[in-house]
């Protein structure tokens, strides 16, 4: 897979985010959410021009935070 990838752990709750900018979808970026295991619980897609920063914020404080 032609892919940059990066993760956001949090090991306390054992949750990971996995953000994914594949090379044939440039103005895209993937983000899914999982555990340090490896399971994928749901992934979506997002447009980089939609801010993705916000976005990652958002879902960070949805999901480590408890």
């Known amino acids: 897979m032609k892919a940059d990838a990066i993760t956001i752990d949090c090991i306390a709750l054992d949750t990971k985010i996995v953000i ?15 555990n340090k295991d490896g ?3 749901s992934s979506s897609e997002y447009e980089l021009v939609k ?16």
């Open 39 to 41: 399971d994928i619980y």
């Open 51 to 66: 801010k993705p920063e916000t976005i990652i914020v958002v879902i960070m404080e949805a999901n480590f935070i408890s």
């Open 20 to 34: 994914l900018i594949h090379d044939d979808k440039p103005d895209g970026v993937n983000i899914a959410l999982g």
